[in-house]
Protein backbone atom coordinates (compact mmCIF):
# COMPACT_ATOMS: atom_id res chain seq x y z
CA UNK A 1 0.00 0.00 0.00
CA UNK A 2 1.22 3.49 -0.83
CA UNK A 3 1.84 5.71 1.79
CA UNK A 4 -0.45 8.52 -0.78
CA UNK A 5 -3.10 8.01 -2.38
CA UNK A 6 -4.50 10.03 -4.98
CA UNK A 7 -7.35 9.30 -7.39
CA UNK A 8 -5.34 9.99 -10.95
CA UNK A 9 -8.70 10.96 -12.88
CA UNK A 10 -9.05 12.43 -15.22
CA UNK A 11 -12.02 14.67 -13.71
CA UNK A 12 -13.62 17.09 -16.08
CA UNK A 13 -16.02 19.93 -14.75
CA UNK A 14 -17.87 22.73 -16.80
CA UNK A 15 -16.57 25.95 -16.16
CA UNK A 16 -17.46 27.57 -12.91
CA UNK A 17 -18.17 24.11 -11.41
CA UNK A 18 -16.39 23.58 -7.73
CA UNK A 19 -13.69 21.05 -7.89
CA UNK A 20 -12.84 18.65 -5.20
CA UNK A 21 -9.55 17.13 -5.19
CA UNK A 22 -8.47 14.24 -2.40
CA UNK A 23 -5.38 12.57 -1.22
CA UNK A 24 -5.55 9.59 1.88
CA UNK A 25 -2.44 8.78 3.40
CA UNK A 26 -1.00 6.29 6.32
CA UNK A 27 1.64 7.84 8.07
CA UNK A 28 0.07 9.03 10.99
CA UNK A 29 3.32 11.07 12.07
CA UNK A 30 2.60 13.51 8.79
CA UNK A 31 2.22 17.48 9.79
CA UNK A 32 3.02 18.72 6.97
CA UNK A 33 1.03 18.88 3.96
CA UNK A 34 0.96 20.72 0.53
CA UNK A 35 -1.29 21.11 -3.00
CA UNK A 36 0.90 21.42 -6.01
CA UNK A 37 -0.56 22.15 -9.58
CA UNK A 38 1.68 21.20 -12.80
CA UNK A 39 0.68 21.88 -16.04
CA UNK A 40 2.48 20.00 -18.57
CA UNK A 41 5.88 19.66 -19.32
CA UNK A 42 6.66 22.42 -16.55
CA UNK A 43 7.56 21.97 -13.03
CA UNK A 44 4.94 21.57 -9.99
CA UNK A 45 3.89 24.75 -8.62
CA UNK A 46 2.69 25.19 -4.90
CA UNK A 47 -0.47 26.33 -4.37
CA UNK A 48 -1.28 26.04 -0.70
CA UNK A 49 0.88 24.79 2.32
CA UNK A 50 -0.79 23.93 5.80
CA UNK A 51 0.53 22.30 9.29
CA UNK A 52 -1.13 20.04 10.69
CA UNK A 53 -5.36 20.22 10.83
CA UNK A 54 -7.61 22.91 9.77
CA UNK A 55 -8.67 24.78 6.56
CA UNK A 56 -6.25 27.57 4.72
CA UNK A 57 -8.11 29.83 2.11
CA UNK A 58 -6.04 31.84 -0.24
CA UNK A 59 -8.47 33.17 -3.00
CA UNK A 60 -10.23 30.50 -5.21
CA UNK A 61 -8.60 27.73 -3.41
CA UNK A 62 -9.26 26.08 0.13
CA UNK A 63 -7.48 23.04 1.47
CA UNK A 64 -8.41 20.97 3.75
CA UNK A 65 -6.40 18.68 6.22
CA UNK A 66 -8.26 16.06 8.59
CA UNK A 67 -5.84 14.40 10.45
CA UNK A 68 -8.15 12.22 12.25
CA UNK A 69 -9.23 10.99 9.09
CA UNK A 70 -5.77 11.09 7.43
CA UNK A 71 -7.76 13.08 4.83
CA UNK A 72 -6.84 15.97 2.87
CA UNK A 73 -8.62 18.34 0.11
CA UNK A 74 -8.30 21.17 -2.10
CA UNK A 75 -11.15 22.97 -3.26
CA UNK A 76 -11.40 25.03 -6.48
CA UNK A 77 -14.12 27.35 -6.61
CA UNK A 78 -15.58 29.29 -9.99
CA UNK A 79 -13.23 26.83 -11.81
CA UNK A 80 -11.44 28.59 -15.13
CA UNK A 81 -10.13 26.58 -17.95
CA UNK A 82 -7.05 27.76 -16.87
CA UNK A 83 -6.85 25.38 -13.67
CA UNK A 84 -6.93 22.39 -15.93
CA UNK A 85 -3.46 20.90 -14.90
CA UNK A 86 -2.62 17.87 -12.65
CA UNK A 87 -2.58 18.56 -9.33
CA UNK A 88 0.02 16.89 -6.29
CA UNK A 89 -1.00 16.10 -2.73
CA UNK A 90 2.41 16.15 -1.16
CA UNK A 91 3.25 15.72 2.88
CA UNK A 92 6.03 15.43 5.40
CA UNK A 93 6.45 14.46 8.92
CA UNK A 94 8.77 17.27 9.55
CA UNK A 95 10.42 19.89 8.10
CA UNK A 96 13.53 17.44 7.62
CA UNK A 97 11.66 14.91 6.45
CA UNK A 98 11.73 13.53 2.78
CA UNK A 99 8.43 14.66 1.04
CA UNK A 100 6.16 12.07 -0.37
CA UNK A 101 3.76 12.88 -3.31
CA UNK A 102 0.70 11.73 -4.62
CA UNK A 103 0.55 10.17 -7.81
CA UNK A 104 -1.77 13.03 -8.83
CA UNK A 105 -4.80 14.31 -10.27
CA UNK A 106 -5.46 15.44 -13.72
CA UNK A 107 -8.29 17.92 -13.68
CA UNK A 108 -9.70 19.49 -17.19
CA UNK A 109 -12.14 22.45 -16.81
CA UNK A 110 -14.57 22.78 -19.96
CA UNK A 111 -15.63 26.14 -21.32
CA UNK B 1 13.73 36.53 -5.75
CA UNK B 2 14.81 34.28 -9.01
CA UNK B 3 13.43 30.71 -8.90
CA UNK B 4 15.17 27.13 -9.07
CA UNK B 5 16.90 26.73 -12.33
CA UNK B 6 17.90 23.52 -14.24
CA UNK B 7 20.59 23.09 -16.77
CA UNK B 8 20.42 21.80 -19.04
CA UNK B 9 16.67 21.72 -20.05
CA UNK B 10 16.95 19.23 -22.74
CA UNK B 11 19.70 16.45 -22.97
CA UNK B 12 19.42 13.70 -25.27
CA UNK B 13 22.17 10.44 -24.68
CA UNK B 14 22.51 6.69 -25.59
CA UNK B 15 22.58 3.77 -23.37
CA UNK B 16 25.74 3.42 -21.59
CA UNK B 17 26.12 7.03 -21.51
CA UNK B 18 26.41 9.13 -18.50
CA UNK B 19 24.49 12.28 -17.51
CA UNK B 20 25.52 15.67 -15.33
CA UNK B 21 22.26 17.81 -14.45
CA UNK B 22 22.81 20.78 -12.57
CA UNK B 23 20.42 23.17 -9.86
CA UNK B 24 20.72 26.41 -8.51
CA UNK B 25 18.17 26.54 -5.63
CA UNK B 26 16.58 29.83 -4.80
CA UNK B 27 18.92 32.06 -2.81
CA UNK B 28 18.56 31.45 0.97
CA UNK B 29 17.88 27.79 0.42
CA UNK B 30 19.92 25.23 1.92
CA UNK B 31 18.18 22.17 0.65
CA UNK B 32 18.26 20.60 -2.88
CA UNK B 33 15.76 17.43 -3.71
CA UNK B 34 15.84 15.53 -6.91
CA UNK B 35 12.73 13.63 -8.11
CA UNK B 36 12.14 11.71 -11.52
CA UNK B 37 8.90 12.26 -13.15
CA UNK B 38 7.92 9.35 -15.41
CA UNK B 39 4.13 9.25 -16.79
CA UNK B 40 3.86 5.50 -15.55
CA UNK B 41 5.49 5.88 -11.96
CA UNK B 42 5.31 9.87 -10.85
CA UNK B 43 7.17 11.77 -9.11
CA UNK B 44 10.03 9.57 -7.15
CA UNK B 45 12.31 11.07 -4.69
CA UNK B 46 15.71 10.13 -5.48
CA UNK B 47 17.71 12.10 -2.45
CA UNK B 48 18.03 15.19 -0.66
CA UNK B 49 20.59 17.14 0.35
CA UNK B 50 21.04 20.05 2.85
CA UNK B 51 24.51 21.47 3.46
CA UNK B 52 26.40 19.33 1.50
CA UNK B 53 25.33 16.39 2.81
CA UNK B 54 22.63 13.90 2.05
CA UNK B 55 20.01 14.30 4.23
CA UNK B 56 17.45 11.61 3.04
CA UNK B 57 17.06 9.03 0.24
CA UNK B 58 14.85 7.09 -2.08
CA UNK B 59 15.50 3.91 -3.94
CA UNK B 60 17.06 4.45 -6.35
CA UNK B 61 19.73 2.48 -7.62
CA UNK B 62 24.07 3.57 -7.06
CA UNK B 63 23.87 4.46 -10.74
CA UNK B 64 21.98 7.78 -9.22
CA UNK B 65 24.27 9.86 -7.32
CA UNK B 66 24.73 13.38 -5.82
CA UNK B 67 26.29 16.16 -4.08
CA UNK B 68 25.99 19.71 -3.12
CA UNK B 69 28.10 22.53 -2.71
CA UNK B 70 29.00 25.17 -0.16
CA UNK B 71 26.94 27.88 -2.44
CA UNK B 72 23.93 25.65 -1.85
CA UNK B 73 24.39 24.17 -5.95
CA UNK B 74 23.71 20.62 -6.54
CA UNK B 75 24.73 18.56 -9.07
CA UNK B 76 22.86 15.16 -9.93
CA UNK B 77 24.78 12.19 -11.78
CA UNK B 78 23.43 9.47 -13.89
CA UNK B 79 26.29 6.78 -15.24
CA UNK B 80 25.51 4.13 -17.23
CA UNK B 81 22.16 5.31 -18.50
CA UNK B 82 19.70 2.91 -19.24
CA UNK B 83 16.35 3.41 -21.53
CA UNK B 84 14.10 3.59 -18.22
CA UNK B 85 16.35 6.72 -17.27
CA UNK B 86 14.29 8.52 -20.02
CA UNK B 87 12.36 11.15 -17.48
CA UNK B 88 11.97 14.52 -16.39
CA UNK B 89 14.39 15.19 -13.35
CA UNK B 90 13.00 18.09 -11.05
CA UNK B 91 15.00 19.66 -8.77
CA UNK B 92 13.13 21.45 -5.81
CA UNK B 93 14.60 23.88 -2.84
CA UNK B 94 13.71 24.62 0.26
CA UNK B 95 14.82 26.14 3.13
CA UNK B 96 15.76 23.32 5.24
CA UNK B 97 15.65 24.55 8.85
CA UNK B 98 14.57 21.60 10.85
CA UNK B 99 11.21 23.01 13.00
CA UNK B 100 11.08 25.38 9.96
CA UNK B 101 8.70 25.75 6.70
CA UNK B 102 9.49 22.96 4.49
CA UNK B 103 7.83 23.86 1.28
CA UNK B 104 9.72 22.84 -1.53
CA UNK B 105 9.62 25.10 -4.87
CA UNK B 106 10.75 23.61 -7.99
CA UNK B 107 11.97 23.84 -10.86
CA UNK B 108 11.49 23.83 -14.90
CA UNK B 109 12.77 20.40 -14.93
CA UNK B 110 15.43 18.54 -17.62
CA UNK B 111 13.99 16.16 -20.01
CA UNK B 112 16.28 13.82 -20.47
CA UNK B 113 15.89 11.34 -23.59
CA UNK B 114 17.98 8.20 -23.78
CA UNK B 115 18.14 6.17 -26.75
Known amino acids: QKEVEQDPGPLSVPEGAIVSLNCTYS??????FMWYRQYSRKGPELLMY????GNKEDGRFTAQVDKSSKYISLFIRDSQPSDSATYLC???????????FGSGTRLSIRP | KAGVTQTPRYLIKTRGQQVTLSCSPI?????VSWYQQTPGQGLQFLFE???????NKGNFPGRFSGRQFSNSRSEMNVSTLELGDSALYLC??????????????FGPGTRLTVL
Open chain 2, 92 to 105: ASSVGLAGGPNEQF
Open chain 1, 27 to 32: NSAFQY
Open chain 1, 50 to 53: TYSS
Open chain 1, 90 to 100: AMSASSASKII
Open chain 2, 27 to 31: SGHRS
Open chain 2, 49 to 55: YFSETQR
